[in-house]
């Protein structure tokens, strides 16, 4: 079963608009992670936020982290045509060492 | 540094054939993982490997799945038979980051798409 639930499901913007993804989860977690993944290829790491933090940057990336809603959201800025992608929460819960589990993505696309 | 290497990348099977694939993790990655992605959702954990040991089967259908790593380096897994509904693309992901701790990144390779008719 999916452990994170992404919304939305799909988004499209235009190059230069901010893009915002949600992910809610439903156990006690250890950490949580965004992932992208391009159209037939395999997923890419982009960042990780543990449960004790609350807010996180990487470049024009930015995730926060609410865990008495059971919540994250990813916030792309000034999004570019190549940030179009698949893009994944995925969690470690409490307990289960380093097993990641997956949600549902939102596929964001980006146009000129 | 070499990534994850998959393969074959494309295989197309009849339903109750057998099929098996290949996966070399990054150099020193204890940990390995093997994920089903079916097309439109996220990758399911099929097994977790530390070392040549399993540390997580629980999703792993056993009756037609299979998977091994033998000195704990390359790992395959085997699906027989196969059955329509194991059409999807199946990714290795390696981690640096041993069983015991609770952080740490995935590294993917690109995966094996199969197609069962």
């Known amino acids: 079963s999916q452990q994170g639930e992404e919304d939305p499901q799909a988004l499209s913007i235009q190059e230069g608009e901010n893009a915002t993804m949600n992910c809610s989860y439903k156990t006690s977690i250890n950490n949580l992670q965004w992932y992208r993944q391009n159209s037939g290829r395999g997923l890419v790491h982009l960042i990780l936020?543990?449960?004790?933090?609350r807010e996180k940057h990487s470049g024009r990336l930015r995730v926060t982290l609410d865990t008495s809603k059971k919540s994250s959201s990813l916030l792309i800025t000034a999004s570019r045509a190549a940030d179009t992608a698949s893009y994944f929460c995925a969690t470690v819960v409490t307990g289960t060492a380093s097993k990641l589990t997956f949600g549902t993505g939102t596929r964001l696309q980006v146009t000129l | 540094e070499a990534g994850v290497a998959q393969s074959p990348r494309y295989k197309i099977i009849e339903k109750r054939q057998s099929v098996a694939f290949w996966c070399n993790p990054i150099?020193?990655?204890?940990?390995l993982y093997w994920y089903q992605q079916i097309l439109g959702q996220g990758p399911k954990l099929l097994i977790q490997?530390?070392?040549?040991?399993?540390?997580?089967d629980s999703q792993l259908p056993k009756d037609r799945f299979s998977a091994e790593r033998l000195k704990g380096v390359d790992s395959t897994l085997k699906i027989q038979p196969a059955k329509l509904e194991d059409s999807a693309v199946y990714l290795c992901a390696s981690s640096l980051v041993p069983w015991t701790m609770n952080t740490g990144e995935l590294f993917f390779g690109e995966g094996s798409r199969l197609t069962v008719l």
């Open positions: 936020i543990r449960s004790n933090e």
């Open positions: 150099s020193g990655h204890a940990t």
């Open positions: 490997f530390q070392n040549n040991g399993v540390v997580d």
